[in-house]
């Protein structure tokens, strides 16, 4: 009864128009953008983070250094979304230290997230290099997005709602400003190219981690059909993006795999979706 009562809300969302006056999701971030931006954000972090730990280092601390080490900037609005999000990260890769197979992150802008991984492993394993750890980035931003990685947006706040993307480029850094936040971990190799062509460089393996932060629906999708036959049994793959308003095609891509293939997973409440290997 339950799974008929979420398929007739399904359908009722889906038939739903949108009306003029309703707040649409990138509105509702624009509003909390705003209001984030007055508030004392630090005393806030403070306290909701301040007493959590990731293998005996603070959370806020850790990050922090792996903020500075990757010249990233963090928008008040993310400040309250990327502690809580690298804690549940770290957690995954440490638990992945554990599963025979190689480790990736696909998508990896300035290197904040695999710095960060790196950090919380070499707390548990203070001779972490960084072997084993592949890092996949085109470092030329987005590819081009598809029809499914529209949103909704209006030009006024009363206009009509209309669909758009983000625009081909955006997010670009330089390779080297993310080899240098690793400078630390020698072991990490990295694989600059445009997926699913990269694949190609990667060493014929097992998977114990992959974090997928590609945002759009076609390398997302492709990440998953290379990785996921691939995963080790206890391995783990990450989406950071299935939560995120305004990159809605990793969810498209996510949902899809996993219905066609039967996948079982979770979403925790910072919007990343896990799959665990059983």
Known sequence: MLLDLLKSLARNIRRKPQRAGDELPIERLTRLKAAHERAPVAAHLDIVYGDLRVDGR??????????????????????????????????????????????????????????????????????????????????????????????????TPDGPATRRSLSQGYLAAPLERAQSALRDFPGARFHRGWIPGVFATLPQTRWSFVHLDLDLYAPTLASLEYFHPRLAHGGVIVCDDYGAETFPGARRAWDRYCALHDVSYVVLDTGQSVILKA
């Not at 480790?103 to 203070?126: K, Y």
């Not at 030329?140 to 029809?147: A, C, F, I, Q, T």
């Open 58 to 155: 603070a959370l806020n601390a850790l990050l922090a250094e792996c903020v500075e080490g990757s010249d990233v900037e963090i928008p008040p609005l993310k400040a309250f979304h990327r502690p809580l999000a690298s804690y549940f990260l770290a957690r995954y890769f440490v638990h992945a230290l554990g599963v025979e197979g190689a480790r990736a992150e696909c998508g990896v802008f300035q290197g904040t997230s695999a710095l960060f991984l790196c950090r919380a492993a070499q707390s548990r394993l203070p001779g972490y290099d960084g072997t084993g750890l592949h890092l996949i980035d085109s470092f030329e931003g987005l590819s081009r997005p598809g029809e499914e990685d529209q949103f909704l947006t209006r030009a």
